[in-house]
């Protein structure tokens, strides 16, 4: 199979194209290296992966890149990711994820690829879950309170458009709070890297409000195993959580079980804009669906983490 991996160079992203040369696909990577680093990449690029440092928003080249590549399936992962930059300039936000978005659909069906998947967001899309029924499951009401869960909610209304009108088939994956390996500690976004970065170095975690709000943490690698799933399965809308809640001042007991030599510290700051308090995801219709679940606990996935950021380079 030969794949086309947007945002490849990124924390998701380098972990699936990790997986797609590990079964034997074709791929090539599309990035802009804004917030990915070549250096995920250094060990897919030796195994063949070809890199194209393009920006899918702005870039004449996209359509000549993926007619190129002739992918049998994109994987479309590029996009602004930080929930308080799209407060700050919400044009910026919808000029990345919802007109490159458009542009990859467009450059995919133009060049006749047939299967097309979205990275979108189960955290940001449906809003605030306080006084709603919990778990969402992918029926529930889209109620963003964010310009970033507007736009992937935008960009996956031309992704369902696209495969209403037979152009290709599409596939948006509303994922909870990812964390694992490569996820950078010292990012806007990711709290469980964030956090065990500043553990590590022995500063204290800024914890946002009270801290008893609540997200739903899936590892990447089983958000990886959704991608391989999704690209082999029907189109559609999928949650990939693990259907379990924790709060902020939970994950932080988490974290200071991690460290046996000493205390965790830990700060409180005012409640950030544009952040939900209360959300977790139902997933059971990845399971009949793309025949996914969650493989990874918390406390496992944690454990992987904090190794992957103690190992030398």
């Known amino acids: 199979m030969k794949a ?44 063949g992966a070809v890199l194209h440092v393009e920006d899918i928003a702005t870039s004449e080249r996209i359509p000549e890149i993926v ?23 919400p044009a910026f936000d919808a000029s990345v994820n919802v007109v490159g978005t458009v542009r990859m659909l467009s450059a995919a069906a133009d060049a006749s690829c047939p299967r097309f998947v979205f990275a979108s967001t189960g955290g940001a899309i449906y809003g605030e879950g306080a006084d709603r029924p919990l778990p969402f499951a992918e029926d529930a009401e889209i109620l963003p309170i964010a310009p970033y869960g507007q736009s992937k909610a935008a960009a996956e209304g031309y992704v369902a458009q696209f495969t209403r009108t037979g152009r290709l088939e599409g596939t948006s994956l509303r994922f909870g709070n990812v964390y694992g390996p ?18 590590l170095d022995g500063q204290a975690l800024a914890v946002f409000g009270s801290g008893e709000q609540t997200r739903d943490y899936v590892f990447v690698g089983d958000v990886v195993s959704a991608f391989l799933a ?5 189109p559609g ?48 219709l990845a399971g009949s669906g793309l025949g996914w679940s969650p493989g990874t606990t918390l406390a496992d ?10 190992a030398p380079g």
């Open 230 to 234: 999704a690209s082999e399965s029907r």
């Open 237 to 284: 809308t999928f949650n990939i959580a693990t259907g379990e809640e924790t709060s902020v001042n939970r994950l932080v007991e988490m974290i200071d079980e991690l460290f046996d030599d000493r205390e965790v510290e830990v700060v409180h700051e005012d409640a950030r804009d544009g952040e939900v308090e209360s959300i977790y995801l139902d997933a059971s």
């Open 301 to 310: 996935g944690l454990a992987r983490t904090v190794d992957s950021l103690r």
């Open 4 to 47: 086309l991996v947007t945002g490849g160079a990124g924390f998701i992203g380098s972990n699936l194209v990790d997986a797609l040369i590990a079964r034997g696909d074709e791929v090539e990577v599309i990035d802009d290296l804004s917030t990915g680093r070549r250096e995920n990449l250094e060990g897919a690029i030796g195994a």
């Open 182 to 199: 490569r996820q950078d500690p010292k990012g806007e976004a990711g709290v469980i890297a964030i956090f065990l970065g500043r553990a």
């Open 67 to 89: 007619a190129a590549c002739g992918p049998d399936v994109v994987f479309h992962l590029a996009a602004q990711m930080d929930v308080r930059r799209s407060v700050a300039d």
